[in-house]
């Protein structure tokens, strides 16, 4: 059976969720072979068979971490020399899509973005894409090489499948131009606590209906109560009341959770370009007339500050 090599994403050895949602799609195209680079590289290796890699192939070395991106593209391109694999899955963060891109460029074949599935096709994957504010869904395929596609966060639901999981180390020699912008500091974001929004499994969003930075901690404590990540509006960032971090849309981020609830958001093309995708939607807005309302699952036409704390409680209440 065809390999498919999958890059993973971790922090000191601890596995992201999209690293596992690419090892479930990898797994309708092949045998999964894991790439894990960096410190704890090989800690990961229990969780990544647990969810069906046969191999994982590790690398440390300090030049990932004192360095941009291209020494995990020289690692990654040695794992595409070692092992010819059918397909290159990458997780779709802006630095897998660079590393996606770069390795691409390197080896001669089509690169899909953005992927929101994957399936087996008769000529190679066939890949899904959102495509204009969410308006077409697309299918490709690579035409050219062994495609690399990266994938978003939240494309697919994990499934454990055991696999050996077994490590290997992969030799990786850094090229002239690997270490040719330096991090020359690191400072740590403020932890909110909160799921990062891009791979959130739910977003609880606010808009210019929000009607101030101080009244954020209603839609805070109905994220809070469903474990879930606050997005905003570009309203509601620039008038300066969540930060920018936080947008969703076109000129934000691009989110697509399992549940996305709007709240005192109009829904205007720019915002839906950042959520469209999302499984379910929910909007609150106390105009009926809001262009949200023609894409939401369900809709309360209501005041968000009567519904939202009454959504909050009961969510509690039933959580016991
Ligand atoms: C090039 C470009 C890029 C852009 N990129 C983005 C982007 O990335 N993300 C983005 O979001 N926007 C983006 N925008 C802006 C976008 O066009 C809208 O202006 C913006 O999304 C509107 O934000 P909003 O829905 O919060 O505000 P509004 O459109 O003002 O809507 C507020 C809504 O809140 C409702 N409301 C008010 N009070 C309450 C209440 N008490 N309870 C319930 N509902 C209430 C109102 O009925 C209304 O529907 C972009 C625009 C441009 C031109």
Known sequence: MAEVLVYVDHVDGAVRKPTLELLTLARRLGEPVAVALGAGAESTAAVLGEHGAVRVLTADAPEFADYLVVPKVDALQAAYDAVSPAAVLVPSSAEGKEIAARLAVRIGSGIITDAVDLEAGDEGPV??????????????????????????PNSAAVEPAQAA??????????????????????????????????????????????NGAENFPVIE???????????????????????????????????????????????????R??????KTIVAVNKD??????????????GDLFNVV????????????
């Open 273 to 278: 370009a950042g959520m469209q995708t999302s």
């Open 127 to 152: 890949a899904t894409q959102s495509a204009f504010a969410a308006s077409f869904t697309t299918k490709s395929r690579v035409s050219k090489g062994t495609p690399v596609i990266t994938v978003k």
């Open 221 to 271: 404590a109905l994220a809070d109560s469903l474990g879930a990540a606050v997005g905003a509006s570009r309203a509601a960032v620039d008038a300066g009341w969540y930060p920018h971090t936080n947008q969703v849309g076109q000129t934000g981020k691009s989110v697509s959770p399992q549940l996305y609830i709007a709240n005192g958001i109009s829904g205007a093309i720019q915002h």
């Open 165 to 210: 999981g077994t490590v290997e180390a992969l030799s990786v020699s850094f090229g002239e131009k690997s270490t040719g912008t330096k991090v020359v500091s690191r400072t740590p974001r403020q932890s909110t606590g909160r799921p990062d929004l891009t791979e959130a499994a739910i977003v609880v969003s606010g808009g210019r209906g929000v």
């Open 288 to 301: 009926e007339e809001a262009p949200i309302f023609d894409l939401v699952d369900f809709g309360v036409v």
């Open 309 to 320: 704390p009454q959504l909050t409680e009961e969510i509690k209440t039933r959580k016991g």
